[in-house]
């Protein structure tokens, strides 16, 4: 099951109490004062695992609790430090306040551990409170409280290329046939139902990692379909891929005008990422040339951008392809791993 957003109260242990004995030695008349501290509470720590996908571990969790300090001993003994609780993310994990909706870690690389709450403080024991004029002293402190937070937990998948196009239009299709995803497909609307990663080889040196969405619709931004839920996922992606149809029923120009325009809804930031255009199905569809010299003139794109200095307000490339027929499928991945590979863009 693939679950991206989860939210529940996370807590660091509390600290144990400090001990107040007194020493009871045979040949010892003056024992004195041997309360030891308590121990410290568990800490809390998040820890990125490349083998872990989702955050289903957490799905129905309501609070999860670090050990409390252990109580401190007789004969100056400290009690023994509370357990740390390390939850286990996946990379691309954000951590946000569920009460204010502040960021407070954002999760991205492989091994990365964070403290993210610290446990209470143990309690003094009796032996520290003895003085010139307390020479018996029976106070002992209390250990301090662990720190505890309402956190919302999402995933946005981290990857290199990002599929953009309306349901249907060939996006897992594509991504089956040039990397390792095996995803579901059919010849029906949002067949994809969560996100998807695979793994492009261009060559024996050369590779990126390609992410396919549910398909986009109009209002997605505005919560129509299944977009919203996912759109999150491309968030991270260096590069855009937009996918249109060269045999739907819509112009290239409106698939296009309307991709464009919910994902700027959604983030203008996202909207400035290089991209580039896939125009889909060229094994089946009609009058492609004519189609595609319309498109282009239109927007005033051209089919390849050249130079060290890309225009990311232009598509770096328009390329019609077909996945079934594997028409420039070997192009589109060169292009693809050109791209990433210029820092002006990436």
Known sequence: MFIDSVSFTVSSGKGGPGCASFRREKHVPLGGPDGGDGGNGGDVYFIVDNNTHTLANYKGKRVLKAANGVPGLP?????KKGENLELIVPPGTAVYDNDSGELLLDLTTEGQKELFLLGGKGGLGNIHFKTSVNQVPSKAQPGLPGETKNIRLELKLIADVGLVGFPNVGKSTLISAVSNAKPQIANYEFTTLTPKLGLVEVDQFNGFVMADIPGIIEGASDGKGLGIKFLKHIERTKVLLYMIDLANYRSL???FETLRSEVEKFSPLLAKRSFAIALT??????DIDEKVQNFISKFGFETKQSGYKIDT???YFVMPISSVSGENLKELKFALLEILKDDTTA
């Open 281 to 286: 199905r060229a094994d089946v569809a009609e």
């Open 313 to 315: 307000s232009l598509p």
């Open 75 to 79: 004969r100056n003994m400290t009690g």
């Open 253 to 255: 120009e409106e698939q």
